[in-house]
């Protein structure tokens, strides 16, 4: 009997360090958020929750993981 390979499903979600356009500060936010992520240091909103992928303003520096 032949064995068959068995594909294991792997999360569209990353990670996404973005920085804040107003002061600068870099964080590591989730590309699928659900609620609405500010920056640490001004407050600024960076991402919006869509019900799905999360809308990213501030600029999206690199992908982790």
């Known amino acids: 009997m032949k ?10 979600g990353k990670f996404i360090r973005v920085k804040c356009t107003n ?6 936010i989730f590309s699928h958020a659900t609620f609405p992520v500010r920056c640490l240091a001004c407050g ?3 991402a919006y929750p869509t019900g799905g992928k999360a809308k990213i303003v ?8």
């Open 23 to 28: 002061c600068g500060n870099e964080q590591v």
């Open 44 to 46: 600024t909103q960076l």
């Open 3 to 12: 064995k068959t390979k068995i594909l294991i499903p792997e999360p569209k």
């Open 58 to 65: 501030g600029e999206t520096i690199k992908e982790l993981g």
